[in-house]
């Protein structure tokens, strides 16, 4: 198993671009949440789904746009690229049962100028 | 706001101390997980706990859940230099165990 794999690890936008952050996982997991994390401030929810077709926002979803079409993928859009959204984004899954807990990928670091 | 308050933010320990990190909440919590990230990593899932009062041990790594479900700890005994990094306790909001908030972290830097 190749566990939750994310593309690109490195991407410098240009402010005002717009790119897709790609998150996969090969675990079956029914979770999957999208995640950034900038200095002091520890890890911030974006959205997340709890399965296929079904989506919800974060604590910091303006800006971010979501899709799970499939229970594999589920990637991150960012619609018109700000400097406020440099940072490093995780993209994690787990299943649903109680006991388990989210499992990340390597991260992805973007730089917005 | 952060769902999950931790403190201290940083400690810096001799080789060989004791360290131990808090996490508190507002509200009760159904569980609460535990992570660890070193330096340029990704966060790794090291434990959960679900009842009032558990606790439990991973090697030199206790865990305890209070009696109110509002908060927990971590304890390191006689930390060694593998145990830099980051601690985060994370939390669910509401009823939805897929929306884990968390805390902004302990780092841990261990002085051989």
């Known amino acids: 198993n190749a566990g939750v794999t994310q593309t690109p690890k490195f991407q410098v936008l240009k402010t005002g671009q717009s790119m897709t952050l790609q998150c996969a996982q090969d675990?079956?997991?029914?979770?999957m949440s999208w995640y950034r994390q900038d200095p002091g401030m520890g890890l911030r929810l974006i959205h997340y789904?709890?399965?296929?077709?079904?989506?919800d926002q974060g604590e910091v979803p303006n800006g971010y746009n979501v899709s799970r079409s499939t229970t594999e993928d589920f990637p991150l859009r960012l619609l018109s690229a700000a400097p406020s959204q440099t940072s490093v984004y995780f993209c994690?899954?787990?299943?649903?049962?109680?006991?388990?807990?989210?499992?990340f990928g390597s991260g992805t670091r973007l730089t917005v100028v | 706001g952060q769902q999950v308050m931790q403190i201290p933010q940083y400690q810096h320990v001799q080789e060989g101390e004791d360290f131990t990190t808090y996490c508190n909440s507002s509200?009760?919590?159904?569980?609460i997980q535990w992570y660890k990230q070193r330096p340029g990593g990704h966060p790794v899932f090291l434990i959960q706990?679900?009842?009032?009062?558990e606790v439990k041990k991973q090697k030199r790594l206790t865990f305890q859940f209070g009696e109110a479900k509002k908060n927990s700890s971590l304890h390191i005994t006689a930390t060694q230099t593998t145990d830099v990094g980051t601690y985060f306790c994370?939390?669910?909001?509401?009823?939805?165990?897929?929306?884990?908030?968390f805390g902004r972290g302990t780092q841990l830097t261990v002085w051989p």
């Open positions: 994690a899954s787990r299943q649903k049962n109680r006991d388990s807990g989210y499992t």
């Open positions: 675990m079956n997991h029914e979770y």
């Open positions: 789904s709890v399965g296929a077709g079904i989506t």
């Open positions: 509200t009760t919590l159904s569980n």
């Open positions: 706990l679900v009842k009032s009062g």
């Open positions: 994370a939390g669910p909001r509401g009823s939805t165990l897929g929306r884990l908030y």
